[in-house]
């Protein structure tokens, strides 16, 4: 027994060394791509010494002789910190992906593919002004310095992802940023999705009327009425089904309601309590691990600019220069249509024009799968756009047989100047100067809030389709592409466009809200981004003669829900305080403690506090009981209680309180009745998920900001390192936006909000400040991974200085790239 057990300690010996042995390589070969930053590297195409000097928080401040060499300088830092981050982001937009994860993004590659972002983003670099390319250029060069030293230094394959998708690295070329740009309009795009599900509600419901109901028009004049689905497209019938809409982590679609958001406002200085103009900018992404965003300042010819930069792209797309500062918020432009074709049932390679049946445009790609054989895909395109798949956004649902769906979209140009207008803004000098450089966006659409020292402005960039008068559906839900009053005529003359320039009260702002209200087809769009976190913007500017910096960073991180202050009086107005006390222990007593809870809530989503949840799980409940009964498994598509919707059925507008009512149940329901059993329902999960003690319950615990990493995120073990979770305040409605997820076990994790911060002061603009959600570097090993993220969450910036001397004097490392002789 002795010698058994002297066996059994040899071996856990040895299994310990092996281990520690084991784990040290690991780390070794990973902690090999860890950046030095204190280094001198020789590399070919550059004019002079370029420096990268950063500061405590890794902030990039690259200081050069020439424009082209800072660029340069721009993408060495790109990929010295976020190398994997760009590498995805360059193989979505090629429809790559599969070579490394396999059958599991099939469907996103097989979808980009059909969409031909890259090869019209490689048609696109032509179209780019000297200027620009040259950019491009140096930045590609930048990029493939620091690929060329990884190779050269064996650095870790630059990566510790590298390690475990062993792939060859493609230099970088101008297209890939085009790619990416292009990309970034996936994300922040929705109206082809509102579409199908439109006219998926279209068919389902019995009264078309109460379409009006569940998805609301946003309040105020303009908007014609519609014909039903059915009479648009023939031959579509009505689908129960659920929606198919669970994307890959890597996929860059979004689903319904995560189309982008952001919040941009600004102050003339008449509203300035020092004199100087002032812009705050948070726009909105999902969250990622790294994040989306990188903080860089560039020492360009026309002056230092600093702010937020997206890895791939040679772009401060919000920030500050000495003169000039802007932001960015998503327009919702109704910039997509889809347009069933009908094929020839002779010849299914024909559809229907308004000149007779005409051939498909046609090409094959192949896409190689890791682990399985290579798929060839037929990629087909009408005049309309491309052809594409009946399962995605459950198009197959709207398509009758015999048809097929194309979509028209602006960001498929093939001539896409949106980087070249990018960089015309932030070498900008001036409000009309950055306007007038906007005017070569295409897309995706954006609200441009800008501030120069004495004036503020927003002006919409991108392009707005041009329909016909007599469009079929007016754009808002699929409609037939053989009829020509349903084809896009061009584009509408970009002084069109919305713009806002020195309003006479000071103030501007936008938070995704409906910004002009013209009739079809001068509308922008049916659809907007947001009708609620504007009455509470609009309450903080009016409350103050003046603003300050303070004033604006307060409004940023404000949590208070209007929402809930408007729909609670509704929700409640039966229920309290009314009744005997209960037994302690019944469902009755733990919904009276609820309503207590409720009654002396102010509204604010505070972390810290339970009524936001037991609030936000009442309203969800409630929202699912008044249409389930009537949309079935159809119903799971609204992720997101809708308050226009309570607030039409409470109210009863146009009859709209039938939805309290069970329409398979004898007895006729009220709206109290309705809230009563949604209440019950709320508590019976907040029991089971979080514990009977209402008092103690947090927020925070449901509101977890999940910055997850998109590759390792879901792996045991290494998924601790990887991910970065927050509790956080805030909710889908407030300023201080933190959208939940609205589907799973818990619905209620923040994943989606605003991952960059900057607020600018024109009277000192180096006491300007800004802050991203993680931190600059995407290697889980490095201290700067996550070293902004407690800042981010607990509201605090960091300084966004453009004085040389402060960033040397607290510089964590200087790298010098040398002419290589």
């Given at each position: 027994m002795a010698v058994v057990f002297q066996w059994l300690v040899r071996l856990t010996a040895v299994l310990i060394v092996l281990a520690v042995v084991g784990i040290s390589l690991v780390y070794f070969l990973a902690s090999r791509s860890l950046p030095n930053y204190d280094a001198i590297v020789r590399v070919p195409g550059i004019s002079d010494t370029i420096e990268i000097v950063r500061d405590n928080a890794n902030v990039p401040h690259i200081f050069a002789a020439t424009d082209r060499d800072v660029f340069h300088g721009l993408g060495f830092a790109h990929a010295q910190d976020r190398l994997w981050q760009m590498m995805m982001l360059r193989r979505t937009a090629q429809g790559r992906l599969s070579e490394l994860f396999g059958t599991a993004t099939v469907d996103v590659d097989s979808f980009i593919r059909r969409l031909d972002i890259y090869r019209l983003s490689v048609q696109s670099v032509e179209a780019q002004d000297p200027e620009t390319l040259a950019a491009l250029e140096a930045y590609a060069a930048g990029v493939n310095a620091r690929l060329d030293q990884i190779n050269a230094e064996a650095l870790g394959r630059g990566a510790p992802e590298m390690f475990l998708f062993k792939t060859a690295l493609a230099p970088w070329r101008p297209a890939d940023t085009l790619a990416i740009a292009k990309l970034m309009g996936l994300q922040l795009s929705s109206h082809m999705s509102e579409e199908v599900l439109r006219a998926r509600m279209s068919l389902a419901l019995d009264d078309p009327a109460r379409l009006a109901d569940i998805l609301p028009d946003v309040p105020g004049p303009g908007v014609a009425s519609l014909p039903e689905y059915a009479s648009l497209v023939p031959g579509a019938l009505p689908s129960f089904a659920a929606l198919s809409d669970d994307p890959h982590p890597l996929s860059p679609f979004r689903p319904r309601g995560f189309a982008g958001a952001s919040n941009a406002w600004a102050a003339a200085a008449s509203r300035s309590a020092s004199g100087g103009t002032l812009l705050a900018n948070d726009p909105h992404l999902g969250f990622s691990a790294p994040a989306v965003w990188y903080l860089a300042r560039l020492e360009l010819s026309s002056g230092g600019v600093i702010g937020g930069t997206i890895p791939g792209m040679p772009v401060v797309l919000t920030g500050r220069s000495d003169n000039l500062g802007w932001g960015l918020t998503t327009a919702y432009v109704d910039d997509q249509?889809?347009?069933?074709?009908?094929?020839?049932?002779?010849?299914?390679?024909?559809?229907?024009?308004?000149?007779?049946?005409?051939?498909?445009?046609?090409?094959?790609?192949?896409?190689?799968?890791?682990?399985?054989?290579?798929?060839?895909?037929?990629?087909?395109?009408?005049?309309?756009?491309?052809?594409?798949?009946?399962?995605?956004?459950?198009?197959?649902?709207?398509?009758?047989?015999?048809?097929?769906?194309?979509?028209?979209?602006?960001?498929?140009?093939?001539?896409?100047?949106?980087?070249?207008?990018?960089?015309?803004?932030?070498?900008?000098?001036?409000?009309?100067?950055?306007?007038?450089?906007?005017?070569?966006?295409?897309?995706?659409?954006?609200?441009?809030?800008?501030?120069?020292?004495?004036?503020?402005?927003?002006?919409?960039?991108?392009?707005?389709?041009?329909?016909?008068?007599?469009?079929?559906?007016?754009?808002?839900?699929?409609?037939?592409?053989?009829?020509?009053?349903?084809?896009?005529?061009?584009?509408?003359?970009?002084?069109?466009?919305?713009?806002?320039?020195?309003?006479?009260?000071?103030?501007?702002?936008?938070?995704?809200?409906?910004?002009?209200?013209?009739?079809?087809?001068?509308?922008?769009?049916?659809?907007?981004?947001?009708?609620?976190?504007?009455?509470?913007?609009?309450?903080?500017?009016?409350?103050?003669?003046?603003?300050?910096?303070?004033?604006?960073?307060?409004?940023?991180?404000?949590?208070?829900?209007?929402?809930?202050?408007?729909?609670?009086?509704?929700?409640?107005?039966?229920?309290?305080?009314?009744?005997?006390?209960?037994?302690?222990?019944?469902?009755?007593?733990?919904?009276?403690?609820?309503?207590?809870?409720?009654?002396?809530?102010?509204?604010?989503?505070?972390?810290?506090?339970?009524?936001?949840?037991?609030?936000?799980?009442?309203?969800?409940?409630?929202?699912?009981?008044?249409?389930?009964?009537?949309?079935?498994?159809?119903?799971?598509?609204?992720?997101?209680?809708?308050?226009?919707?309570?607030?039409?059925?409470?109210?009863?507008?146009?009859?709209?309180?039938?939805?309290?009512?069970?329409?398979?149940?004898?007895?006729?329901?009220?709206?109290?009745?309705?809230?009563?059993?949604?209440?019950?329902?709320?508590?019976?999960?907040?029991?089971?998920?979080?514990?009977?003690?209402?008092?103690?319950?947090?927020?925070?615990?449901?509101?977890?900001?999940?910055?997850?990493?998109?590759?390792?995120?879901?792996?045991?073990?290494?998924?601790?390192?990887?991910?970065?979770?927050?509790?956080?305040?805030?909710g889908d409605n407030t300023l201080q936006r933190g959208l939940t997820r609205g589907t799973g076990q818990n619905p209620f994790r923040n994943v989606h909000g605003a991952g960059y911060r900057g607020v600018y002061d024109f009277a000192d603009p180096n006491s300007s400040v800004f802050i991203i959600s993680t931190g600059q570097s995407g290697h889980f090993l490095s201290r700067h991974y996550d070293d902004l993220a407690q800042l981010w969450r607990r509201g605090e910036y960091i300084p966004m200085s453009l004085d040389e001397g402060l960033a040397r004097a607290a510089a964590v490392g200087v790298t010098r790239l040398e002419p290589l002789r």
């Open positions: 249509d889809v347009l069933i074709e009908e094929l020839n049932p002779d010849n299914p390679e024909q559809y229907r024009t308004p000149d007779g049946f005409k051939e498909f445009e046609r090409r094959d790609s192949i896409l190689q799968i890791k682990d399985a054989d290579p798929v060839t895909l037929t990629l087909r395109w009408s005049d309309n756009g491309p052809i594409l798949p009946g399962s995605f956004r459950n198009l197959d649902t709207v398509t009758p047989p015999g048809h097929v769906a194309a979509l028209s979209w602006t960001v498929l140009s093939p001539r896409d100047t949106s980087v070249q207008a990018g960089m015309g803004v932030m070498m900008a000098q001036s409000v009309a100067e950055a306007i007038a450089a906007g005017e070569g966006y295409i897309a995706p659409a954006q609200n441009l809030t800008l501030v120069d020292r004495t004036s503020v402005a927003l002006k919409t960039i991108g392009a707005v389709p041009r329909r016909d008068d007599a469009h079929n559906s007016q754009g808002r839900m699929p409609s037939l592409g053989a009829r020509p009053e349903n084809r896009w005529q061009g584009r509408m003359a970009y002084s069109s466009n919305p713009g806002f320039v020195a309003p006479v009260g000071g103030i501007l702002g936008n938070t995704n809200n409906k910004t002009i209200d013209r009739p079809f087809p001068n509308h922008i769009s049916f659809l907007w981004g947001d009708t609620q976190r504007v009455q509470r913007w609009r309450r903080l500017m009016q409350a103050r003669e003046v603003h300050t910096r303070d004033s604006f960073i307060e409004a940023q991180l404000d949590t208070v829900s209007l929402t809930a202050r408007t729909l609670l009086p509704f929700m409640g107005a039966e229920l309290w305080f009314t009744g005997e006390a209960a037994p302690a222990g019944t469902p009755e007593r733990q919904r009276q403690r609820a309503l207590a809870l409720l009654a002396e809530w102010n509204g604010e989503m505070n972390e810290h506090w339970p009524e936001p949840l037991i609030y936000a799980a009442w309203l969800r409940a409630l929202q699912d009981r008044m249409v389930r009964d009537e949309l079935g498994p159809l119903a799971d598509a609204l992720t997101h209680p809708e308050p226009l919707f309570i607030e039409r059925a409470f109210r009863d507008v146009e009859g709209a309180g039938i939805w309290c009512d069970v329409r398979q149940s004898a007895p006729v329901e009220t709206c109290a009745d309705m809230a009563r059993l949604a209440l019950d329902d709320a508590l019976i999960w907040i029991n089971e998920t979080w514990g009977s003690q209402l008092e103690s319950l947090r927020w925070g615990d449901a509101h977890q900001a999940t910055h997850d990493h998109q590759v390792l995120g879901e792996v045991p073990v290494l998924k601790h390192f990887v991910n970065i979770r927050q509790s956080t305040s805030g």
